[in-house]
């Protein structure tokens, strides 16, 4: 008997110290979804914008009103206001399904190395959450202006946005793992996806020089045109996602364009099947359009000599031509060859102009860093080199090489009849 | 009394109204305590001696009676010399004789302390009567029928036959015992005594088992099986001639192990039917049938076959002596007599395979198991059984693999979810709601929304529910439509779930569980299973996944540790023993090589290794090539 009692108090003790704790009921919780970060106007405070959803709101009937809920308040860090949010919030907050940290351009150029330690370090964040900067705006009016149209809940449209960046690869789509990793590590760069409100300065859509040599214009998230009655009205969803944000160390350095983006990819390995637009090689002022992706991982090298780095890079892309603006007949194999050939010198050419532009910002955006280590010993030695100078200054090598495997479903460019020429 | 005046009467209306009268009922039956019976046994009965004294001292006047009755005809035969006369006296004197030797007053009084069903037959036919009434209880007891008549011939002898009605078969009876006895003539032979029962059921009696006896425990026994009983004056030993007819069920179509494919014969309540569609499936001489009686008071037949060549003698030693080793009044149910001789009787996981299927039991008799079978239940018992072929069913072999394979994955993911899907729900969305897509962690929550209970009771309440419905369906009577179960369950969760009471994914979740318990073959195994449940849920309830793998940890402990005849329940897996192809999924048939191992059989091996000898000859037609 005795024996029984005390092996009955050994198992439960085990039981009820190994079990877990704090269980709650579904209606007990506040779910955040997403959450903002801003430079508060009060010095040295953060604006942070939680946004909840409402679960009531999505059931079948009934169903009435805003999905979601997003509430502002001002606090000296992310965990006070954690602490405020209660007292303002009737239910308990859950951060386990916060899919993404949106942060604004003011506190990104700022600095976030403060920031996000709380993020890596609590428990109920993931290192999945993605990392979203806004273009040259607030996160709070980011997230205000943010109505999805077509997903019921807000989170379901971030996981597929970002999920679908791939897809045109003219953004990136960085958790905050890898962001947090990028930025202790020093082999690269930290990146994060550029986010915008369209229409809010339209003006900035011109100001980005065309160079002479791109067949399509350039943008940044909130810049891409769009049809005049769509502005007018809050009726469609204008937010966007476009360009990269460049990090140093932990502050906002500059942007990439959603065309050096797609470079980027093309060296990150992330180019899944985009189309590409690029100049007639014969006939002026004519565009061919071409499906492109990677045939083979892309190799990256560098080389230290002398505090002289030399960057490779070696790039094999294939694809399918998908038109053909001048009819010229391209898919003959002498034509062919001269287009393959200006293919990869065009993209050559984007590359380069890409990486030089992160070479003045001191930014390793595609992360030569990690097959730099190979030509030190140990990765202390690697850490004692400020690499993002001897990236500024490395010498860049980029082969393209280019193989149209297929002609779409037409093989031949027939002339239209009865045409002029 | 005063006179009946008005003022009176009216009193006496007013106190018979406002009065409280208890009103007059009979005197009630009160069931008082028995006295204790040990008591009474010390008691000495004075009349108990005098009235066997007085018996003897009857019985030995009798006999002296019947002497002097026929020296008189003897006297007489021998005055007329009367030759016919003499011989029947002759015979009768033999008779006599025969009976003499009971008569011994140190025999007599020692057959008289015997208790009746202990003693021997007599040769005089009013004392087997006597001790047949003594018996039975006759004439309160109206079921024995006692038929008295004379065998004819030269020399009539008086008979009886005494059988139990309603065990019997008439017509048997009258056209074979009756008939040919009370029809005999050809009684040339002078013979008597016990030649003259041999002669009768040797050469006289059509009937298809008839045995001499010579104790009324075994008149007796015979009796109460639907025998009868022939006593012949002058012969100290009875007669016990088949007669069965009773009304009993005949094999019908499986009710609860109903199978698409298969045979489609499921056992009747009769003992000797059971047996007999036993053997009619397995026509071999290797099939040992054996029967012991069990039960003191009420003795129940109990068989239990096995095949001699292959099952484990120990096995069989052990089944015989657990059964043989039960003492106890009555067992009308082979699920009662499973818990009389089962390993763990407290553990709730059966620890013998039971089935209706005939085909069930003969592949596992093939395996080298052993059957046991009950008189009066519709079921057989299998052993020793391993957690594995409870998920097994019929017809898992009569299909091909892959859709056997496939059902059995199917019942396996069932068990699963039966056991666990209620605690690990309430589990994650009590502790665990990161491990949810967001949209289904809102989904829950936005369904949950309006429901004033917590998830925990809002599944102890549907799980009551169901069990409710469940419970009632079964006790419901036929008539009163048995798809009440289920239009009830309908009508409740919708119900419910519009009154705000339990939220929708609750009643899917509780659906979803009870549907996945019935795809356990085993309705006992899922019983069990029903009842581990609910502690799944309160563990998972308040520890969340840690406690469901608590709960599962416990129960993989409790099956690990049992045994089922010797077995260890979780073999092949723990102990590992060699793999059968026949486990959680099936090999194919002609690579089912081995027995289980697990069963230790005489004989392991069941097939050679190429048992489709077939595939290494030359197909028919092309031998010359």
């Given amino acids: 008997m005795l024996r029984l009692a005390i092996v009955s108090l050994m198992i439960l003790a085990a039981v009820f110290t190994a079990g877990c704790f704090g269980g709650q009921e579904t209606d007990d919780i506040a779910y955040v979804l997403v959450m903002g970060l801003d430079k508060s106007k009060q010095e040295g405070k953060l604006d942070v914008t939680y946004q909840m959803a409402i679960p009531r709101a999505l059931t079948g009937e009934g169903a009435s009103g805003e999905p979601a809920l997003s509430i502002t308040l001002t ?108 930025m202790k590590s020093g082999s690269a760069a930290p ?231 | 009394m005063v006179g009946n005046n008005v003022l009176s009467d009216l009193v006496y209306f007013l106190k018979n109204m406002l009065l409280y009268q208890p009103p007059r009922l009979p005197r009630p039956f009160v069931l008082n305590e028995t ?211 009773f009304e009993h069920r005949g094999p019908e179509r499986p009710q609860i192990e109903q199978s698409v494919r298969g045979a489609q014969a499921a056992f009747a309540e009769a003992l000797r039917v059971n047996t007999g569609l036993i053997r009619s499936m397995m026509q071999t001489n290797d099939l040992v049938t054996e029967i012991i009686p069990v039960g003191d008071r009420i003795p129940v037949k109990c068989a239990f076959m096995y095949l001699k060549s292959v099952a484990n003698p120990k096995l069989v030693a052990e089944v015989k002596r657990r059964i043989d080793n039960i003492s106890t009044d009555y067992i009308n149910d082979l699920g009662v007599l499973e818990q009389f001789i089962e390993d763990h009787p407290t553990i709730p996981f059966p620890q013998m395979l039971s089935t209706e299927r005939v085909d069930r039991v003969t592949s596992h008799l093939a395996e080298g198991r052993v059957a046991i079978l009950l008189d009066g239940t519709p079921f057989v018992h299998l052993v020793p059984v391993s957690f594995f072929t409870f998920f097994h069913s019929a017809e898992d072999f009569s299909i091909k693999r892959p859709m056997g394979d496939f059902m059995r994955v199917v019942r396996l993911i069932g068990t699963i979810l039966a056991v666990i899907l209620p605690a690990a729900y309430l589990a994650i969305i009590y502790f665990h709601q990161e491990a949810l897509p967001t949209e289904l962690a809102l989904a829950i929550a936005g369904a949950r929304e309006r429901v004033p209970f917590p998830a925990a009771f809002e599944v102890v309440l549907m799980e009551l529910a169901f069990e409710l419905i469940r419970e009632a369906g079964l006790r419901i009577p036929g008539l009163l439509g048995s798809t009440i179960g289920i239009v009830g369950a309908l009508i409740l969760g919708q119900a419910a779930v519009q009154a705000n009471l339990v939220s929708p994914i609750t009643v899917i979740i509780i659906a979803i569980t009870g549907l996945a318990s019935f795809t356990i073959p085993d309705y006992r195994l899922s019983s069990a299973f029903r009842v581990l449940r609910f502690g799944f849920l309160l563990l998972g309830a308040t520890l969340g996944l840690v406690g469901v793998a608590i709960a599962l940890l416990l129960v993989s402990v409790l099956l690990s540790s049992m045994k089922s005849f010797g077995m260890p329940y979780m073999v092949p897996i723990g102990p590992k023993t060699k793999p059968g192809f026949d486990t959680v999924l099936r090999g194919p048939v002609f690579r089912q090589e081995m027995r289980p191992d697990a069963l230790n059989t005489r004989n392991q091996r069941r097939q050679p290794h190429i048992s489709r000898k077939w595939i290494t000859e030359p197909p028919a037609g092309r031998e010359e090539e």
């Fill in chain 1, 191 to 421: 990146i994060a996806v550029l986010a915008g409100i369209s229409g809010k300065d339209s003006e900035q859509a011109s100001s980005i020089p065309k160079k002479p040599s791109d067949s399509v214009d350039d943008y940044l998230a909130g810049q891409i045109p769009r049809g005049e009655e769509e502005t007018d009205k809050e009726k469609p969803n204008l937010a966007e996602f476009l360009g990269t944000a460049v990090f140093r160390e932990d502050k906002l350095v500059g942007k990439l364009t959603n065309q050096e983006t797609r470079m980027m990819a093309i060296l990150r390995n992330n180019l899944q099947n985009p189309f590409f637009t690029i100049d007639d090689p014969l006939v002026a002022g004519k565009h061919i359009v071409l499906n492109l992706r990677l045939g083979r991982n892309t190799k990256l090298d560098a080389d230290i000599h002398n505090d002289q780095a030399k960057l490779k890079g070696e790039i094999f892309l294939e694809g399918e031509i998908s038109s053909i603006g001048s009819g010229v007949s391209y898919e003959r194999e002498d034509y062919r060859k001269l287009l393959e050939e200006h293919i990869s010198q065009t993209i050559k050419q984007d590359i380069l102009t890409m990486l030089h532009k992160t070479q003045g910002m001191r930014a390793d955006v595609v992360g030569f860093g990690y097959p730099a280590r190979k030509n030190f010993r140990t990765y202390n030695e690697f850490m004692q080199i400020d690499w993002a100078d001897l990236y500024s200054k490395a010498d860049i090598d980029v082969t393209v090489k280019t193989r149209i495997r297929r002609t779409g479903l037409m093989w031949k460019t027939s002339p239209i009849n009865g045409s002029d020429n």
């Fill in chain 2, 35 to 245: 006295v204790d019976d040990k008591g009474q046994d010390y008691l000495p009965d004075a009349k108990q001696g005098l009235e066997t004294a007085a018996q003897e001292l009857d019985s030995q006047l009798k006999y002296a009676s019947e002497l002097r009755a026929l020296m008189e005809k003897a006297q007489v035969a021998i005055n007329n010399q009367d030759l016919s006369r003499v011989r029947e006296v002759a015979k009768k004197l033999k008779i006599l004789e025969e009976q003499e030797r009971e008569v011994e007053p140190i025999l007599l009084s020692y057959d008289h302390d015997l208790k009746p069903i202990e003693r021997s037959v007599s040769a005089r036919i009013d004392e087997n009567a006597r001790i047949i009434k003594e018996l039975y209880n006759l004439p309160t007891n109206k079921d024995i029928v006692m038929r008295d008549f004379i065998i004819p011939g030269p020399m009539p002898v008086k008979a009886m036959l005494i059988f139990v009605d309603g065990l019997i078969d008439k017509q048997v009876i009258n056209q074979s015992v009756l008939k040919p006895l009370m029809k005999w003539d050809d009684l040339a032979k002078e013979i008597s005594g016990q030649e003259l029962l041999t002669y009768i059921v040797d050469e006289c009696l059509p009937s298809n088992q008839a045995k001499k006896a010579t104790m009324f425990k075994e008149v007796a026994e015979g009796l109460n099986s639907g025998d009868s009983v022939l006593f012949i004056e002058g012969v100290p030993g009875a007669a016990v001639i088949e007669t069965k007819g």
């Fill in chain 1, 75 to 182: 606090a000296e860090s992310t965990s006070e206001a954690r602490d405020l949010f209660n007292s303002v919030v009737a239910r308990t907050l859950n951060l386990s399904h916060t899919k993404v940290l949106i942060i604004g351009e003011s506190l990104a150029r700022q600095g976030l190395g403060e920031v996000l330690g709380v993020f890596m370090r609590f428990r109920e964040f993931r290192g999945g959450m993605k990392i979203i900067i806004v273009n040259d705006d607030t996160a709070q009016n980011f997230i205000s202006k943010n109505k999805p149209k077509m997903e019921l809940v807000v989170s379901r449209y971030y996981e597929t946005i970002l999920l679908s960046a791939d897809q045109s690869s003219y953004f990136p789509s960085v958790n905050l793992h890898d962001f947090y990793s990028r």
